[in-house]
């Protein structure tokens, strides 16, 4: 394994730019439930398509906003872990995540494309446009909104839904142009995300997956480190380390 955590050290090194694709497994080590571990698996305990998409919001707004709620307060006392904290520092990564949680953000991280939206945010669900950063700690009820008097909903991509147009636009030319992609914990599974990979493969970057299980982002000759993002991540980036 060190010889491959050497190697993801050089091609970092030799980058001008490092693109960082994050999933649910960044944030496990802040206590974040990812979506697919079977024990605590997000979705384990609930039909996402009942709660995270906008037939189950219209079916029962109050119930879907109320489960956002939950989320939103386990969030507040979440804290960003060291996988976070380098990948904030590094000045040549640009972070594209597919995270709600907001962590990457917290830890310092500048321009952080939020592919699937972002939990600390509101949005009206008609369509005007309306948005607001809400307090995670205390998170609103079902609300009206007050520009149009449509519904009010968590400011996050859900199921059947198209992602923010600006945010793809800006992966695809982060995942075209970057030297390296550094894939973290994510099974690379939800498109069209998980197709920002071959991308970068196929626009010549080299491609370095930090996960716990091998994923398809490991396929076509990417370097493949097994383990930790709090282990794995700070080594390969951190260049001032020994
Ligand atoms: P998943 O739960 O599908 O995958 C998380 C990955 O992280 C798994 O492959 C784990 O093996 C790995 N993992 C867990 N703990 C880790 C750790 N400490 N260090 C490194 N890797 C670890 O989550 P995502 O891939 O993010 O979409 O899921 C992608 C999308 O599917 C989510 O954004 C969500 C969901 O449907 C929407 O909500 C639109």
Redesign the pocket.
């Known amino acids: 394994m060190q010889g491959q955590i050497d190697l993801a050290r050089r091609l970092v090194r030799d980058a001008e730019l490092v693109a960082a694709l994050?999933?649910?497994?960044?944030s496990?080590?802040s206590g974040i439930p990812?979506?697919?571990?079977a024990l605590d698996?997000?979705?384990e305990r609930h039909d996402?398509r009942r709660l995270?998409s906008p037939q189950g919001f219209e079916n029962d707004p109050a119930m879907v906003v109320e489960w956002y709620a939950e989320r939103r307060r386990s969030l507040a006392g979440a804290i960003p872990n060291q996988?976070h904290d380098a990948l904030a520092r590094h000045e040549r990564v640009v972070n594209l995540t597919?995270?709600?949680d907001g962590l990457l953000d917290r830890a310092g991280a500048s321009a952080v494309v939020h592919?699937?939206?972002d939990l600390a945010t509101d949005v009206c669900h008609a369509g005007c446009g309306f948005a607001e950063r809400i307090d995670l700690a205390d998170p609103p009820s079902l609300r009206a909104c007050p520009r149009c008097g449509g519904a009010i909903r968590p400011g996050?991509?859900?199921?059947g839904?198209a992602l923010p147009a600006e945010a793809w636009r800006r992966a695809e030319v982060v995942s075209t142009a970057c030297d390296v992609m550094l894939v973290?914990?994510?099974?690379?599974?939800?498109y069209p995300?998980?197709g920002l990979v071959d991308l970068a493969r196929d626009a010549g970057a080299q491609v370095i997956v930090?996960?716990?299980?091998p994923?398809p982002a490991g396929r076509g000759g990417a370097v493949e480190l097994i383990?930790?993002?709090?282990?794995?991540v700070p080594p390969i980036l951190d260049q001032t380390l020994g």
């Not at 990812?34 to 571990?37: D, I, P």
């Not at 973290?184 to 939800?190: D, E, L």
């Open positions: 994050s999933g649910a497994g960044l496990a080590e990812t979506f697919r571990e698996g997000l979705w996402p995270a996988a597919q995270n709600v592919l699937h939206g996050v991509v859900w199921f839904e973290v914990g994510t099974s690379g599974t939800v995300v998980a930090v996960n716990t299980e994923t383990g930790k993002a709090t282990e794995l």
